[in-house]
């Protein structure tokens, strides 16, 4: 997983790199579950999200918010994600293990994704997002 943190007031900001918009969706909700909940484990525990948006930016952020309310509601940590995108749809496999107060706490919670200071930029060697999240 390549990202780091950025400098931010109040918030989480991340700066991610991968080499195609697949691995930069799937690590960037890695980054995030990484976040909330620490390192985790591969698991037994399988979700699937298709989503379409209007652009790659809304795609992205859906998706992460699907991510996070899978994961809030369904108490799951996630710890492999695959990402298929076709256009302006994409289709994710996200595999985890049920959350452990005494292994996944700690973490910093994440109310939401911000469009704020958003960009997706295609350098030479691929992709870099910088996205903040609300915590």
Do not use: C, Q, W
């Not at 991610?16 to 930069?24: A, E, F, I, M, N």
């Not at 899978?70 to 959350?99: D, W």
């Not at 107060?101 to 691929?126: A, F, N, Q, W």
């Amino acid at each position: 997983m390549s990202y780091e943190e950025l400098d931010h007031t109040a918030d989480i900001m991340l700066r991610v790199r991968s080499p195609s918009t697949d691995s930069l969706f799937a690590e960037t909700a890695l980054a995030m579950m990484n976040i909330v909940y620490g390192v985790s484990r591969p698991g037994e525990v399988e979700r699937t999200i298709e989503l379409g948006a209007e652009n790659t930016e809304n795609l992205l952020l859906d998706f992460l918010s699907e991510v996070l309310f899978l994961s809030e509601v369904e108490f799951i940590v996630f710890s492999l994600i695959t990402v298929n995108i076709t256009g302006n749809s994409l289709k994710a496999l996200l595999t985890g293990e049920p959350f452990d107060p005494e292994r996944h706490r700690g973490g910093t919670e994440i109310k939401g994704i911000s469009y704020s200071g958003l960009r997706i930029v295609k350098e030479d060697e691929g992709y870099v997002l910088d996205i903040l999240f609300d915590v």
